[in-house]
Nanobody, 123 residues
Framework: QVQLVESGGGSVQAGGSLRLSCAAS????????MAWFRQPPGKEREGVAA???????YYADSAKGRFTISRDSAKDTLYLQMNSLTPEDTATYYC?????????????????WGQGTQVTVSS
């Protein structure tokens, strides 16, 4: 049963923008906590941003001021608006849901994961 499906990735030049979406279904839909993670080539997966219900948001330092996480609960969809992209943002971006431990940025905290969407930023 598919729980989380990401879309919106692609290739963009430095300084550009992308908007990622994550459609939730099944047990993942309606999760109080949802988050975006990313995994750059050759590196570990890292937390980018998280949202609790519809209003409380959390960001990694690398994302603050450039990325905005939001959700449309009526559509069970999570978003990540990414602006001022740099080549360092190149990664596979994953949607996660249903946090079960304290730290929002810990990969092990989340029960459900999407398959990922690739973001490539060229200089």
């Amino acid at each position: 049963q598919v729980q989380l499906v990401e879309s919106g990735g692609g290739s963009v030049q430095a300084g550009g923008s992308l908007r990622l979406s994550c459609a939730a279904s099944g047990y993942a839909a309606g999760s109080a906590w949802m988050a975006w993670f990313r995994q750059p080539p050759g590196k570990e997966r890292e937390g980018v941003a998280a949202i609790y219900l519809d209003t409380r948001t959390y960001y990694a330092d690398s994302a603050k001021g450039r990325f905005t996480i939001s959700r449309d609960s009526a559509k069970d969809t999570l978003y990540l608006q990414m602006n001022s992209l740099t080549p360092e943002d190149t990664a596979t971006y994953y949607c996660a849901a249903d946090k079960r431990s304290i730290d929002w940025y810990q990969e092990s905290a989340y029960r459900f994961w999407g398959q990922g969407t690739q973001v490539t930023v060229s200089s």
